[in-house]
């Protein structure tokens, strides 16, 4: 058993896409440490478990959009660094630098930065935001940080015995108290508010959304703090633009004519290419035990 370990969030429907995801951090990624996916009671993850893969089982009950929070219960603690990524993901380049790198500025919890303010996120995804305005007034009372830039969550980098053991049911109970401004039940908006002193920025070598790192948009940026020699670990692709979605390149020359996917131009592949070819070699790279 290592000391570090990746999760991510699997249920029967995504298996495969962690199956690619987990190759890719061994094969781009060289990572060499543990793995554990959280996994919904009654999910078949067995064949995970026999492969050395650690599962984490949430109840059903419990099965919904802020079951990410399980990362910061005591379960974790027999790791002394985690890393939680969402599952839409590409690595590129070693993990273990990624590690290596970032825990000498532990206990913060490293995240990539989005541009719009957390408050800007919470209204967005509440159709009915203008019903209740009092609420907002309310959760920009107690939490004065929601007018600053909104941490993502598909990159987590922590510490997990600096999290108190009550982190998951403060959030839940964050949750519960403005349920109305939450309808998807989303968990990022929720870690903002709640986990906003320890946040802090992984910085632009170990986590961006894709579209900052093709050419055209690696420049110097004072805003969102490129300096433009950068060479991210892991890029965030987000669902709309997963890899493992069929579509048509970026930079075809002529709009919609290239079948095939959005192009990773650290690896030189096609996005569609790089997963399918992971997704197939599952078996050899994680043979059972």
């Not at 500025?105 to 967005?124: F, M, Q, V, W, Y």
């Not at 209740?132 to 920009?140: A, L, M, N, R």
């Not at 510490?159 to 309808?183: C, G, W, Y």
């Not at 979605?245 to 290419?273: A, F, M, W």
């Amino acid at each position: 058993m290592s000391n570090q370990v990746i999760s991510f969030v699997a249920d029967d429907s995504y298996q495969d896409h962690a199956k690619s995801v987990l190759v890719n951090c061994r094969r781009q990624g060289g990572w060499t440490g543990d793995f554990c996916m959280i996994s919904p009671a009654g999910c078949d993850s067995a064949d995970f478990e026999s492969r050395g893969i650690h599962v984490l089982r949430v109840p059903a009950v419990s099965w919904d959009f802020m079951v990410k929070f399980c990362i910061f219960t005591p379960y974790f603690h027999q790791w002394d660094q985690a890393l939680c990524v969402d599952l839409d993901i590409m690595v590129q380049r070693s993990l273990q630098a990624v590690f290596d790198d970032l825990t000498p500025r532990l206990p913060k919890i490293l995240c990539a930065l989005e541009d719009s303010p957390i408050l800007g996120g919470l209204k967005h995804w509440d159709p009915q935001a203008d019903d209740h305005p009092e609420v907002y007034e309310e959760i920009e009372r107690r939490f004065p940080h929601v007018t600053q830039r909104m941490f993502n969550m598909a990159f987590i980098f922590y510490q997990p015995s600096s999290i108190p053991a009550d982190t998951m049911d403060k959030l839940r109970a964050l949750h519960e108290e403005f349920e109305v401004a939450n309808p998807s039940n989303a968990d990022q908006m929720l870690v903002n508010l709640h986990l906003y002193h320890r946040l802090e920025e992984a910085g632009k070598d170990y986590c961006c959304f894709f579209g900052s790192d093709e050419p055209a948009n690696r420049v110097v940026s004072d805003y969102r703090g490129w300096t433009g020699n950068e060479h991210p670990a892991i890029l965030h692709y987000t669902r709309w633009h997963a890899p493992w979605i069929v579509k048509q390149t970026c930079d075809s020359p002529v709009p919609n004519t290239e079948p095939g996917g959005y192009r990773n131009y650290r690896l030189g592949r096609i996005c569609h290419e790089i997963y399918s070819e992971n997704l197939a070699a599952f078996e050899e790279e994680f043979p059972v035990l």
